[in-house]
């Protein structure tokens, strides 16, 4: 007995050496903040004109991707629901209501986002549109600001904040037929699928709910890319 429990142990230990063999680090994110951030996601509005959208999803979708960042501490949508429920709030719309917001959960960071397009077949095709909020920060922002991110590439900025308060906002459509798309996917996937699995990364091509968590990651992406463009500019080059 106690051979064939040793035997077994020795064939347990090939095969997860094996196993970790074909395992990669997934890609990871900074933060460029010095001190531990508190933030939360606001329940996305749906904007896309698909009815079955649940917005509350892709709103936790975005914070499953920000809880895996050194240096965020996330806390969850309902939060934010009971915060809103409690101001009497249906939606966020406004500057002044983030900032409502964020005072009673004593927040440092709230993303505000809106699902823009929404197609879950092959190809999947997923809009959404983000802006972050800091303490920090303030901007003459409404609702349909939002909705013109969708038809903006990642990046580009509108609006006019406030001078010495930075905001960062963030909105695309991905396209799983885009071969730009295809490749950051590539690069997100790389350690978080399982290799040995029916559809290994295949998965996110076919599965809404995951293809939703790399759209989320991607504008998580920029939104820190530009908090730190604004919070750590680059210094004067020297001769």
Same mark, same amino acid.
């Given at each position: 007995m106690l051979v064939r429990a $040793? #035997?077994?142990a020795g064939l347990l230990v090939l095969a997860l050496a094996a196993g970790c063999q074909s395992l990669v680090p997934p890609t990871t994110l900074d933060v460029p903040y010095t001190q531990e951030q508190v933030w939360a996601v606001a329940p996305f509005a749906n904007e896309s004109g698909v009815s079955i959208v649940d917005p509350f999803r892709f709103a936790d979708s975005f914070m499953i991707e920000a809880t895996q960042v050194d240096g965020i501490t996330m806390l969850p949508v309902n939060r934010v629901i009971y915060a809103m429920r409690t101001l009497e709030m249906a939606d966020i719309r406004t500057v002044n209501d983030a900032m409502s917001v964020m005072n009673l959960l004593d927040l440092d960071g709230l993303v505000v986002g809106s699902v823009t397009v929404y197609?879950?077949? #092959?190809p999947l095709k997923l809009g959404i549109a983000v802006q972050l909020y800091t303490r920090a920060g303030g901007n003459t922002w409404d609702g349909q600001h939002v909705r013109d991110l969708a038809d903006s590439p990642v990046g580009d900025t509108w609006g006019g904040a406030t001078a010495g308060r930075p905001v960062a906002q963030s909105g695309n459509v991905f396209d799983s037929s885009n071969h730009q798309t295809l490749l950051d996917l590539a690069e997100y996937t790389a350690g978080r699928s399982e290799p040995d699995s $029916?559809?290994?990364?295949?998965?996110y091509l076919v599965s809404m709910d995951v293809y939703a968590r790399f759209v989320c990651y991607r504008l998580l992406a920029d939104l820190l890319a530009q908090e730190r463009a604004q919070l750590m500019p680059v210094a004067d080059a020297s001769p």
């Amino acid at each position: 007995m106690l051979v064939r429990a $040793a #035997r077994g142990a020795g064939l347990l230990v090939l095969a997860l050496a094996a196993g970790c063999q074909s395992l990669v680090p997934p890609t990871t994110l900074d933060v460029p903040y010095t001190q531990e951030q508190v933030w939360a996601v606001a329940p996305f509005a749906n904007e896309s004109g698909v009815s079955i959208v649940d917005p509350f999803r892709f709103a936790d979708s975005f914070m499953i991707e920000a809880t895996q960042v050194d240096g965020i501490t996330m806390l969850p949508v309902n939060r934010v629901i009971y915060a809103m429920r409690t101001l009497e709030m249906a939606d966020i719309r406004t500057v002044n209501d983030a900032m409502s917001v964020m005072n009673l959960l004593d927040l440092d960071g709230l993303v505000v986002g809106s699902v823009t397009v929404y197609e879950p077949y #092959r190809p999947l095709k997923l809009g959404i549109a983000v802006q972050l909020y800091t303490r920090a920060g303030g901007n003459t922002w409404d609702g349909q600001h939002v909705r013109d991110l969708a038809d903006s590439p990642v990046g580009d900025t509108w609006g006019g904040a406030t001078a010495g308060r930075p905001v960062a906002q963030s909105g695309n459509v991905f396209d799983s037929s885009n071969h730009q798309t295809l490749l950051d996917l590539a690069e997100y996937t790389a350690g978080r699928s399982e290799p040995d699995s $029916a559809y290994g990364s295949d998965l996110y091509l076919v599965s809404m709910d995951v293809y939703a968590r790399f759209v989320c990651y991607r504008l998580l992406a920029d939104l820190l890319a530009q908090e730190r463009a604004q919070l750590m500019p680059v210094a004067d080059a020297s001769p």
